[in-house]
């Protein structure tokens, strides 16, 4: 397990480029026949990928989280955004195809990821954080998501957000996420930006070729920074930051929070003019 040491609001200030991307992103994910994954010390969450190809791959415990099974005290939010596959849970087979998402509940002891094709195979993305209570296990069709149409093309900003796993949907103690795909012709997402206090934030940015790059905005609204991010990676947001983005071209990312307050409309709005 990799792990990822964040700064502090005032350190970031004077980080150079390779000390904030150290600091902030998780990249090496998507690995063919492997679970890869990274510990974050924003809110204990763990971000990772699982690409299981002819053989199934087991979701393992390391020591760090001194437990007996990844999940004895933590929950899972898995979407899948590569071929079609099989994710089974303590025995239980669920067919997880392209943009699906599945919920995993805390106590959930054996966690096992196939693909349907070798030569197609899944990709789950996996997003965890701790959890106080157990949920059922819980498959979200990309179509009982909930879905909104925001944005325009003239604001460059004409996207799809999914919400799959958030209350309402699925029960969670902590977990919300979905993914937000934008439209050809459009490149911003998240703006205007916000922050949310009450919890962090994650976005993993990915149908994106390998000459296509999005540059992922994050700072204080008076000290912003900026990120290359390319396909596959995700950048961690504390919940001081402000998180959005400009891509060469569309693209799709998934986001994933956790914290205090699941309400996914609970943020604070950052004024344009106020951005430096």
Known sequence: MEFLHTADRHRYRRMTTSELREAY????????????????????????????????????????????????????????????????VDGETFEVDNRDSLYIGRGSKDVQF?????????????????AHTDHPTTLVKQSDARRM????????????????IRSGIVDTC??????????PGSVW????????????EIYMYFDL??????????????????????NGEAVVSPSWSMHSGAGTRNYTFIWGMGGENQEFDDMDHIDMTSLL
């Open 25 to 88: 992103m998780v990249d090496g994910m998507f690995v063919p026949g492997d679970v890869m994954l990274c510990y974050t010390d924003i809110d204990r969450a763990i971000v990772g990928s699982a690409v299981p190809l002819k053989k199934s791959l087991t979701l393992p415990v390391h020591k760090e989280l001194a437990s007996d099974f990844f999940t004895q005290r933590r929950e899972i939010g898995i979407i899948n955004i590569g071929g079609a596959g099989k994710v089974s």
């Open 209 to 230: 070729d390998e000459n296509s790059n999005v540059f992922h905005l994050m700072g204080e609204p008076d000290e912003t920074r900026s990120l290359v991010v390319r």
């Open 189 to 200: 997402n998240t703006m205007p930006p916000h922050t949310h206090r009450r919890r962090s």
């Open 114 to 130: 196939a693909s349907n094709a070798e030569d197609s195979p899944a990709q789950y993305y996996i997003l965890s954080y701790p």
């Open 149 to 164: 149409d925001l944005g325009s093309l003239e604001e460059c900003n004409e996207r799809i957000i999914h919400q799959s």
């Open 174 to 183: 902590q977990i919300v996420m979905g993914f937000t795909q934008l439209s």
